[in-house]
């Protein structure tokens, strides 16, 4: 089965302080892609990242960092020293095949002055 | 801003009623994407359009059909509308027919309240 788990309904995070969102996955497909996405509270899905199966490298882009490792099908979301505007949900998502992504549940997050 | 537009942002209507939400992508962008938002299902893929063609289907209830124009806009239209439909449907658009593979762009949504 193909599936994406943020098992993080809500955080709330003071600001300045870092935050982790987790994200996991299923799939059997050898070649897979994984993205985050964004969503403020203006509603648009903003794009962050994509990563591809055969790229573990972690990526640090800012404040915003992403560390993908395939011995635990996890692909987890760091901001470190947040600020109030990076309140949102944020969803993963996973690529199992050309026509097909499968969106995870979200992962509210709520960044308090 | 994604340059994927939609129309209208909200609508409310009422029960057994049919509503159109449009879509145009953005500029040079094949594909259009439909997915329904709603607290308890998550998003959900409904269909997907390339270059004026069906190209995928997801979880589109035979209640709601879609089509894609020459001019690449697309629109889907729900009818016989249940309370259930409430919820924010969101056109994406990509360059290439490949969900699953790319960046996929996002409008801000239409939010549909069934009454």
């Known amino acids: ?113 | 801003d994604s340059g994927v537009t939609q129309t209208p942002k909200h609508l409310i209507t009422a029960t057994g009623q049919r509503v159109t939400l449009r879509c145009s992508p953005r500029s040079g962008d094949l594909s259009v994407y439909w997915y329904q938002q709603s607290l308890d299902q998550g998003l959900q893929f409904l269909i997907q359009y390339y270059n004026g063609e069906e190209r995928a289907k997801g979880n589109i209830l035979e209640r709601f059909s879609a089509q894609q124009f020459p001019d690449l806009h697309s629109e889907l239209n729900l009818s016989s509308l249940e309370l259930g439909d409430s919820a924010l449907y969101f056109c994406a658009s990509s360059r290439g027919p490949g969900q699953g593979t790319g960046e996929l762009f996002f409008g801000e949504g239409s939010r549909l309240t069934v009454l």
Do not use: H, M
Request: aromatic fraction near 16%; hydrophobic fraction near 35%.
């Open chain 1, 1 to 113: 089965a193909q599936k994406v788990t943020q098992a993080q309904t809500e955080i709330s995070v003071v600001e300045k302080e870092d935050v982790t969102l987790d994200c996991v996955y299923e799939t059997r497909d050898t070649t897979y892609y994984l993205f985050w996405y964004k969503q403020p509270p203006s509603g648009e899905l903003v794009f962050l990242i994509r990563r591809n199966s055969f790229d573990e490298q972690n990526e640090i882009s800012g404040r915003y960092s992403w560390n993908f490792q395939k011995s635990t099908s996890s692909f987890n979301f760091t901001i470190t020293a947040s600020q109030v505007v990076d309140s949102a949900v944020y969803f993963c998502a996973l690529g199992t095949s050309y026509d097909k992504v499968i969106f995870g549940p979200g992962t509210s997050l709520s960044v308090i002055p």
